[in-house]
Nanobody
Framework: QVQLVESGGGLVQAGGSLRLSCAASGRTSSHYYMGWFRQAPGKEREFVASIRRIDAYTYYADFVKGRFTISRDNAKNTVYLQMNSLKPEDTALYYC???????????????????WGQGTQVTVSS
């Protein structure tokens, strides 16, 4: 079993920055992927970014390229999402997720991730 705990959300003005963290505990392999998704009120959950633990290869949704950066600290089993130039439309509940990999590379698919955190709220005011 794997547990994921997010932190770092909050209220920020447009143009500001936040860094989200997600700590994983429990039984994890060295080949997993960790991703961030978000869900705004009244909208479906959407993929934001993902990172491959073993070599830090990253994947991003088009709407965050150049603004968000995903990174990881393997010693701490933690993944980070640095969010810069935040916009009001970035307001959402942000979820961390973990995939053991395999089953083909489907980093944008929610069903590819087996474990989820409880979410952390990010609110960007205009």
């Amino acid at each position: 079993q794997v547990q994921l705990v997010e932190s770092g959300g909050g209220l920020v003005q447009a143009g500001g920055s936040l860094r989200l963290s997600c700590a994983a505990s429990g039984r994890t392999s060295s080949h997993y992927y960790m991703g961030w998704f978000r869900q705004a009120p009244g909208k479906e959950r959407e993929f934001v970014a993902s990172i491959r633990r073993i070599d830090a290869y990253t994947y991003y949704a088009d709407f965050v390229k150049g603004r968000f950066t995903i990174s990881r600290d393997n010693a701490k089993n933690t993944v980070y999402l640095q969010m810069n130039s935040l916009k009001p439309e970035d307001t959402a509940l942000y979820y961390c997720a973990l995939s053991p990999g395999g089953r083909g590379l489907q980093y944008e698919a929610q069903g590819w991730y087996d474990y989820w955190g409880q979410g952390t709220q990010v609110t960007v005011s205009s």
